[in-house]
């Protein structure tokens, strides 16, 4: 019977139960092109170097399946087009070709970068329209004293490498969380205070956020993505989706 290459363990997972005579197990089980087996986790605990060399960490095969190789700019980001297939089998079933290098990528990236986990939280956010979660995150950022806003500034101009350069207002004008964008506009933009609606200005003054003094440079709209779209461009081809925000001339 195959175990993980890592830690030579059974290919399960162990459900917590409080009952240790009742000890419940689900399949865990990723298997490689190479034929070796991991645990998922015990996978991504090697993620930075298989980020890099895009081998096997056990026995060293090269696992795309095409040639593209590292990126050339970063090495953790693969090249376009790249992918490492896997039969992952869980709880939920078998998958005979599960793209990991996502993850693999992520979990790399995260070891190498643990600052941007806030802005990275703050992105997921943002997609999702939790404008609740938002106004915590960002209080807790600020709440120290001034040199935080700092800290503020950086999570809500934050580019993903990882998402094509996006922006967090990127990410709402594609989800379509106007709320979010509002939000943001609010924080991080040269708009007209006067151009957002009142209930809009209540909500997150109540929270204890102000305008931050951008200027033109930091404002959010002018942030591209990797295409050279703003996240305006994206609204206009949205076109009726966020007509308003044009009327009101908070895109423009």
């Known amino acids: 019977m195959a175990t993980c290459k890592t830690c030579k363990e059974a290919l399960v ?77 869980n709880e939920g079933g078998v998958d005979p070709s599960l793209d990991i290098l996502p993850s693999i990528t992520e979990e790399a990236y995260l070891a190498s970068h643990p ?56 990410l709402a004008v594609e989800r379509g969380q106007q709320e979010v964008a509002m939000l943001l506009l609010w924080l991080c933009s040269t708009a007209n205070t006067e151009s957002f609606p009142e209930a809009s200005r209540q909500i997150v003054q109540s929270a ?5 003094s951008v200027g033109l440079d930091g404002d959010i709209r002018g942030l591209k993505d990797s295409r050279g779209l703003t996240a305006v461009d994206l609204a206009r081809q949205a076109q009726g989706v966020w007509a308003g925000f044009f009327e009101s001339e908070l895109f423009l």
């Open 13 to 89: 997972f162990r459900l917590d139960d409080d009952d240790d005579d009742n000890d419940m197990q689900v399949p865990d089980d990723l298997e490689l092109r190479c034929g070796c087996h991991f645990h998922w986790s015990c996978l991504l605990d090697q993620a930075q170097s298989v980020a890099l060399a895009l081998k096997c960490p056990s026995c060293g095969t090269y696992l795309p399946e095409n040639e593209a190789g590292p990126s050339s700019t970063n090495p953790l980001l693969p090249a376009a087009g790249t992918a490492i297939l896997a039969r992952y089998t």
């Open 115 to 170: 600052e941007t986990q806030p802005a990275r939280a703050f992105h997921v956010m943002c997609s999702e329209g939790d404008p609740e979660a938002i106004v915590e995150l960002l209080s807790s950022l600020s709440e120290t004293d001034d040199e935080e806003e700092l800290g503020v500034l950086s999570v809500l101009r934050y580019q993903d490498p990882l998402a094509g350069m996006k922006s967090a207002l990127h």
């Open 208 to 212: 204890g956020l102000g305008r931050l």
